[in-house]
């Protein structure tokens, strides 16, 4: 796209710029390259790439004020100023309706009558001439020259073949015509937008006009027109009709609704000056559907993290952005929001607005430096350390990783989870999309349970007879601010058995045989996943009531400090049959944020001494749970006790009702020497004797 260095003078001073060179070195770091060159000094002609997105600088002031900018000018006050206007007021000669609001959101006019057969003025001419243009009259001359100066296609009709003098903005009717101006009749589709008199069409809107309502040397009284076309409307028009006019390119991309009243002022006072006539008072200014102001918030936090330069602040960007035309609204000492000019249909979120500081400041001057680690393979964000190191727990635990989509229809898929989403501090309401891909699930999920045992129930009906699998990932269960995406996110692990247990990931087979996977495999899993940062012994599990688990077969496993931190249980009987699985399943579900910072590392030398193995079987309440006995257990302080855990649960015959018998299997070594028995059987006596006073328990 051409444009004349003497042109661009009317905007900006090119002399305080630097002349030529400085001027094309410019437009190229501003984004804008310069591919060639013709002519010397103030006649020198740039022919300027511009972008797609960039229909404001298509125009000679458009890419002045990039040029201001960039250099830190003030634009040169070039305003249109109104011409003189006389006669009857423009709404006793034409009128304007606007049917498709949508499609047109702004139509100006205005009419100039009694116009000469002259020519445009030589300098119009001449600037026309410079970048490609040729001249055709006065009238057209006016409208190509105030497209190429501000950046508003304008389109002249002869206002005496205009029917009753009335414009109507509508769709094209069936079969209907319409001769444009090469001469070409067209058949017009019910999808065009036309600008019709009361009785045809007689403009492709947008387009190009027609030849019956076209301005002639035998023309006296002008109708200058400028509006707003919806870009979509416009481009499938020109594709269809092999149709592509100057006017169509802009409009197609994106006019300034507020530069119409601007533009046919200009336009009108170049014709005037060209051809005489007088000027209609006032102008006729339909509005369609209004158009939204835009506003848009840079974070100074962001700014430095995707440019990498802790020397930019809010001062430099508020000033940057103002050089291009942007209004500051509101400003805090990390956060500055600006009105986004009407000219500027390619800003809409905060990232434009870095790229519009940094084309200010200059990309050759962000620093060259690699991303900040503190050794080969870290990470920036802690909690991905602890996905890792819980994944590959899992997976030497003979898991599977799995993944699963995380649209869900909230109260469909985790409605029985209800219960654990508000023990986990889920918000009430789920995220939802405004165009999901499936309208069934428009919702985000707030936990990784549901898809997790899709995936198990696909492998049991597909003959897998044991399934172990894991998911580690997102969800989306918080109240978040829009302005900060992740606060709507947490982190979550989940897993599911099924079937037969591996005792280790290079197992072939069960660990042993006809070994069932129990809850007790699914909570040894969990404290065993946390065991780096918390040992079993800093938990608490609690009886859980959750609908999506089988009743008295769900714990919570919560923090020393109350927090919950997980759920482990047996898959109730309605989530199985929405499955159809006939399997028990167990599954369970992390909190990554909730887990304790790690615990320090403890070091016990290694005895060479044997150890001595002791069962302890006892009868007790059934509501007495572990950590009540290993409690007791820790207290008595055994002499030589490496370790104390469960053996055997047994509730049936031979155990009186609402008790059950537990034998718990003793640990002792001693770091010096080889225990006697006497005096393991001695603390095992002692234990024996603390449960009896404490828990009431009754040894066989």
């Not at 051409?2 to 900006?12: A, H, M, T, Y």
């Amino acid at each position: 796209m051409k444009f004349s260095l003497e042109w661009l003078g009317d905007f900006v001073d090119v002399g305080a710029v630097g002349g030529v060179d400085t001027v094309r070195s410019t437009l190229d770091r501003a984004g804008f390259p310069v591919e060639s060159m013709e002519g010397e000094g103030a006649a020198s002609v740039f022919d300027v790439e511009i972008t797609p997105n960039r229909p404001d600088a298509m125009s000679h002031r458009g890419l002045a004020r990039e040029i201001a900018a960039m250099a830190g000018l003030a634009m040169k006050n070039a305003a249109a100023r109104e011409p003189a206007a006389s006669g009857p007021p423009v709404e006793d000669l034409a009128s304007i309706t606007i049917e498709v609001p949508r499609l047109c959101r702004r139509f100006g006019a205005r009419v100039v009558r009694g116009i000469s057969g002259s020519p445009a003025g030589e300098r119009v001419r001449g600037r026309l001439a410079a970048v490609g243009g040729k001249s055709i009259g006065a009238a057209v001359d006016a409208t190509n020259y105030v497209l190429w100066e501000v950046g508003q296609p304008l389109h002249a009709f002869d206002l005496d073949t205009l029917a009753g003098g009335k414009i109507v903005v509508r769709k094209a009717r069936r079969g209907e015509k319409l001769v444009t101006l090469d001469g070409v009749e067209r058949k017009l589709d019910a999808s065009d937008i036309v600008v019709a008199d009361q009785e045809r069409a007689v403009s492709l809107a947008g387009v190009m006009g027609g030849l019956a309502t076209a301005v002639t040397p035998q023309t006296k009284n002008v109708l200058l027109e400028a509006a707003w076309w919806d870009p979509p409307s416009i481009r499938r028009t020109s594709r269809r009709h092999g149709l592509h006019t100057d006017a169509s390119h802009r409009f197609e991309r994106g006019a300034d609704p507020e530069a119409i009243p601007e533009a046919l002022d200009r336009a009108a006072a170049i014709l005037l000056e060209s051809a005489g006539g007088a000027l209609a008072r006032g102008f006729l200014d339909a509005r369609g559907a209004a158009w939204k102001t835009r506003r848009v918030a840079l974070r100074l936090a962001r700014l430095r993290l995707l440019t990498g330069e802790e020397t930019l602040d809010l001062d430099f960007a508020a000033a940057a952005l103002s050089r291009l035309g942007f209004v500051l609204e509101r400003r805090s000492k990390q956060r500055l929001a600006v009105t986004v000019p009407s000219w500027r249909p390619d800003v809409s979120i905060e990232e434009d607005l870095i790229e519009e500081v940094l084309r200010i400041h200059g990309y050759d001057r962000l620093p060259s430096s690699l991303p900040p680690g503190r050794h080969a393979g870290g990470h920036l964000e802690p909690l991905r350390i602890v996905e890792e190191r819980l994944s590959d727990e899992a997976a030497a635990a003979g898991f599977f990783e799995t993944m699963s989509p995380p649209f869900v229809d909230r109260r469909a898929d985790e409605g029985p989870y209800a219960q654990w989403l508000a023990a986990a501090g889920s918000a009430p309401e789920p995220l939802s999309l405004a165009n999901p891909l499936d309208s069934e699930k428009r919702d985000l999920r707030a936990t990784l349970l549901p898809g997790l045992l899709d995936a198990v129930a696909r492998n049991l009906h597909r003959g897998r007879r044991d399934v172990a699998l894991f998911e580690v990932g997102r969800v989306f269960d918080r109240a978040g601010e829009p302005e900060e995406p992740a606060s709507f996110e947490s982190r979550r692990f989940a897993f599911a058995l099924a079937g037969e247990i591996r005792a280790h990931w290079t197992a072939h087979a069960a660990g042993a045989a006809g070994a069932r996977a129990d809850f007790f495999d699914a909570k040894g899993l969990f404290e065993r996943l946390l065991s780096p940062w918390a040992a079993s012994s800093e938990l608490a599990w609690k009886p859980f009531a959750c609908d999506a688990f089988a009743p008295g077969a769900a714990a919570l496993a919560v923090t020393a400090g109350g927090a919950p931190l997980g759920i482990v249980g047996l898959l109730s009987d309605s989530e199985r049959e929405k499955r159809k699985i006939s399997e028990d399943v167990f599954a369970g579900e992390l909190r990554v944020e909730g887990i304790p910072a790690a615990r320090p590392a403890l070091f016990a030398a290694y005895s060479s001494f044997p150890a001595i193995e002791a069962d302890l079987t006892f009868a007790q309440d059934k509501k007495t749970s572990w950590e009540e006995i290993e409690r007791v257990v820790l207290a008595a302080k055994l002499a030589h006790l490496e370790s104390a855990r469960p053996a055997d649960r047994y509730e049936g015959a031979g155990v009186a009702g609402g008790r059950v018998k537990t034998t718990i299997r003793l640990v002792f070594r001693a770091a010096d020497r080889t225990l006697e028995q006497e005096e393991v059987n001695a603390e095992v006596k002692r234990l024996g004797d603390a449960l009896s006073s404490r828990l009431g328990v009754v040894f066989a």
